[in-house]
Antibody
Framework: EVQLLESGGDLVQPGGSLRLSCAAS????????MTWVRQAPGKGLEWVST????????YYADSVKGRFTISRDNSKNTQYLQMNGLRTDDTAVYYC??????????????WGQGTLVTVSS | DIQMTQFPSTLSASVGDRVTITCRAS??????LAWYQQKPGKAPKVLIY???SLDSGVPSRFSGSGSGTEFTLTISSLQPDDFATYYC?????????FGQGTKVEIK
């Protein structure tokens, strides 16, 4: 059974930093690109960032480029999202998601339960 | 970036109704489209991928169609468990984009 367990969400002040983690199990982690998707309260879904299978290639939404860094540790079956320079509009539930097919970028077939990041003074 | 326009934003329907939701892409995405269902407080769940392929375990009353720029999700006979918000997702490029969502409410 595929499981994606996010952690690290918290209340942080504007300008602050936070690191989210996602521990994966139940599939061959090293075969799949991994992604973060967020959802602001009462709003729709927004793709945030994707990391390739070996971590060598990363992609970012314009809204987070230069502030967020995605990475993965294949020895720990874990992906991360380092968030710096946080703004109030980064407040959202952040979901760890698995790409639907091995190797590349597709749709998302499994989602974690989400972790809440609140940016407020 | 590819923009996805989804409509309607809200839909009121009764159990047993046939329901159709539409997503329009700002440029051709071939068949690289998925549909998701989300219930309050829960993560989205994939229903359809590659425009018309039903994900494992998804009831056959859900179906998807379309290619290029226009896509539809149809629920042939709405069931009580189907009242939720639905999103389309284009995955033609690494910069994936979702539609704005359609909330299906009880009439």
């Amino acid at each position: 059974e595929v499981q994606l367990l996010e952690s690290g969400g918290d209340l942080v002040q504007p300008g602050g930093s936070l690191r989210l983690s996602c521990a994966a199990s139940g599939f061959t982690f090293t075969s799949h690109a991994m992604t973060w998707v967020r959802q602001a309260p009462g709003k729709g879904l927004e793709w945030v960032s994707t990391v390739s299978v070996n971590g060598g290639t990363t992609y970012y939404a314009d809204s987070v480029k230069g502030r967020f860094t995605i990475s993965r540790d294949n020895s720990k079956n874990t992906q991360y999202l380092q968030m710096n320079g946080l703004r109030t509009d980064d407040t959202a539930v952040y979901y760890c998601v698995k790409e639907g097919l091995p190797g590349g970028i597709y749709y998302f077939d499994y989602w974690g339960q989400g972790t809440l990041v609140t940016v407020s003074s | 970036d590819i923009q996805m326009t989804q409509f309607p934003s809200t839909l009121s329907a009764s159990v047993g109704d046939r329901v159709t939701i539409t997503c329009r892409a700002s440029q051709s995405i071939s068949s690289w489209l998925a549909w998701y269902q989300q219930k309050p407080g829960k993560a989205p769940k994939v229903l359809i991928y590659k425009a018309s392929s039903l994900d494992s375990g998804v009831p056959s009353r859900f179906s998807g169609s379309g290619s290029g720029t226009e896509f539809t999700l149809t629920i042939s006979s709405l069931q009580p468990d189907d009242f939720a918000t639905y999103y389309c997702l284009q995955y033609n490029s690494y910069s994936r984009t979702f539609g704005q969502g359609t909330k299906v409410e009880i009439k």
